[in-house]
């Protein structure tokens, strides 16, 4: 049986050549063909005319997709060679999903040589023995799975890149402020950084490949569920033809639809299911906020953590009557929290129209722009009326404007939601004229042909009938 090619394993440790132990070097010296997953790495200097795998983090379309790529390279080289060297950087042992994939594929033999790792000088530097800690060692870019129930101390590795940390720190349930973090960052190197921070500053850290977390206490458990959402919000970014095509224009018509759902699924909490249902419509609207996000963290212009930080901030900020403060209207805040020159700035100008209305008439009224009652308000519309009534046909539009903004006016001061009102008049007619249909077909009547006076008994029937009474149902049909 012909022997089967070797693989020799070496660490580049934590830090610089100095690093490097004795056998690593000789090992190195000893190799005619060397490869190294990533020259990003101060030792890398000690691998002359090495081979880089880097191109695989550039050509692969996600990170998991990486690392049998260049397994697959190695093999192949030392199926071509019969022996090569393959450098990582710490110690193969510790965290190298390579050499994992590399000991279990049966094509090569993988000898692999002991190196310090970053866990040495961590240690060291934390001034901590972990095993009298009971501390546990986890991946970064899996922190909300394998950091799931734990509460510490914990060593984070690989946290590499912005969305990690963002990641790292909405796996918390509640409030973790009061927790301290320390940094770790380039052990070993000249510009060593380690730092002490809270909590709420993990993601505006800096990071690079040479950074980690120690987390010695954990104020509660980690909540999976919203973290592992926006996981698979990332994933089906990356890997789903049609949500790699979408950008934050082409998701508009989606949020307004799914906001809409949201809004009928209120409006049926006492039918059937009608809690299942909302739970299930704010399920899509969650998918909507988080899809954005995403698009934006891909941008460089913030996250998903930074969205969750806004609102919570400002909700704070605005109610000075829950967290202290002077009290000061709501109004007021915004105005001064966005530096407005307008009571009328950030009136969303997508609103339908009786909720933009309203929500410009409800500014107005903020700076005393207002009626004092809804005895001021109701004069105005009857005075519209008269003036749509003799309107010129160029004027018809506007003047019928006028006259349904007078009209959110009235509902304001009602303490009525214009938007919700029409929608419920809208729906309520629906239902009727659908129960007319019923009832004239049940009676071989032709709507079409019935005239406007049997359409209007029709009507009747049914307004008086059981179908706007608390227990529904439908018209007696003859």
Known sequence: MPTRPLVTVVGLGPGGPELLTAATVEAIAAAPIRFLRTFRHPAAIAVPDAHTLDHHYESAQTVADVYPAIVEELVVAAQRHGEILYAVPGSPAVAERTVELLRADHRVRVVVLPALSCLDLAWVRLGVDPLAEGA??????????????????????QCDRPDVLSTIKLSIDEVHDGRAVTVLQRLGLADEHIETIPWSAIDRVTPDHLTSLWIPEMAVPVGGELVRFAELVRTLREQCPWDREQSHASLRPYLLEETYEVLEAIDDLDGDDG????????????????????????????????VARGIHDKLVSRHPHVFGGEAT???????AEKSRDSAMDGVPAALPALAHAQKVQRRAASVGFDWDDVDGAWPKVLEEIDEVRGAADDELEGELGDLLFACVNVARHLGVDAEMALRGATAKFGRRFREVEALAKARGIDLAGAGLAALDALWDEVKTGPSDSPEGGGPAVA
Do not use: C, M, N
């Open 275 to 306: 809690w299942v249902h909302l739970e299930e419509e704010l399920g899509d609207l969650l998918f909507q906020v988080y899809f954005h996000a995403t698009l934006a963290a891909e941008e460089g212009q913030f996250t998903l953590a930074d």
């Open 329 to 335: 209207s709501w109004e007021e805040l915004k105005q």
């Open 136 to 157: 546990r060692i986890v991946d970064g870019h899996r922190f909300e799975v394998e950091a799931a129930g734990e509460r510490g101390p914990l060593l984070v590795l």
